[in-house]
């Protein structure tokens, strides 16, 4: 989903999905695909994000699929990270997710909202979020995320965490996570 070789693969991966899914007439993979390759895009390239959700929601016409229209919203949220009306949009997306009964996605969405908050640097916004990260990881499902979280705000691990096996090793990944934030910051810095 991020950046490094990883998130790189995984770039590839959803398109080659895409299009197979589209070679095979399986419209609702090929959205499905789609979305999760915009949302992987978004933290990269916001500008390059518009092009990938435009084509998430053209394949998604026709198709009834929640989960793969919310995981395209969270692609947005992830794009608009550092707009100061994002949060409005996350309190939507959590009461749908509560609705529709998809709370195995609300990892994701919290995961949006700790790179918006760090490109925000909202400590304190950030700190509750890693809070509910940790609440919904308690499953092991999504354990990285708060190590994701921490290394977008440039913060140490916990000493008794236990981290996951990163395939560019923890510094690099880390390093990685935080340019993505300081980057985007930039990137606001000339737009406004």
């Given at each position: 989903m991020g950046p490094g070789r990883?998130?790189?693969?995984?770039?590839?991966?959803?398109?080659?999905?895409?299009?197979?899914?589209?070679?095979?007439?399986?419209?609702g993979e090929a959205a499905h695909n789609?979305?999760?390759?915009?949302?992987?895009?978004?933290?990269?390239?916001?500008?390059?994000?518009?092009?990938?959700?435009?084509?998430?929601?053209?394949?998604?016409?026709?198709?009834d699929l929640r989960a793969t229209r919310i995981n395209a919203a969270i692609a947005a949220l992830i794009r608009d990270a550092g707009n100061p009306t994002l949060e409005d949009r996350v309190r939507a997306l959590?009461?749908?997710?509560?609705?529709?009964?998809?709370?195995?996605?609300?990892?994701?969405?919290?995961?949006?909202?700790?790179?918006?908050?760090?490109?925000?640097?909202?400590?304190?916004?950030?700190?509750?979020?890693?809070?509910?990260?940790?609440?919904l990881a308690q499953d092991g499902h999504h354990a990285y995320y708060i190590d994701i979280a921490l290394f977008m705000a440039d913060?140490?691990?916990?000493?008794?965490h236990t981290a996951p096996q990163w395939l560019d090793g923890e510094q690099a990944t880390s390093e990685r996570w935080h340019e993505l934030v300081t980057a985007r910051?930039?990137?606001?810095?000339?737009?406004?």
């Amino acid at each position: 989903m991020g950046p490094g070789r990883a998130g790189t693969r995984g770039l590839h991966t959803y398109q080659a999905g895409r299009v197979e899914a589209e070679q095979h007439a399986k419209a609702g993979e090929a959205a499905h695909n789609q979305a999760l390759r915009a949302l992987a895009v978004a933290f990269l390239n916001p500008h390059q994000a518009d092009d990938e959700l435009d084509l998430a929601e053209q394949l998604l016409t026709g198709v009834d699929l929640r989960a793969t229209r919310i995981n395209a919203a969270i692609a947005a949220l992830i794009r608009d990270a550092g707009n100061p009306t994002l949060e409005d949009r996350v309190r939507a997306l959590r009461t749908e997710l509560d609705v529709a009964g998809l709370t195995s996605m609300t990892p994701t969405l919290e995961l949006a909202l700790a790179f918006h908050q760090a490109v925000q640097e909202d400590r304190d916004g950030l700190s509750a979020t890693i809070s509910q990260l940790r609440e919904l990881a308690q499953d092991g499902h999504h354990a990285y995320y708060i190590d994701i979280a921490l290394f977008m705000a440039d913060l140490p691990l916990p000493a008794e965490h236990t981290a996951p096996q990163w395939l560019d090793g923890e510094q690099a990944t880390s390093e990685r996570w935080h340019e993505l934030v300081t980057a985007r910051r930039e990137q606001l810095r000339h737009v406004g």
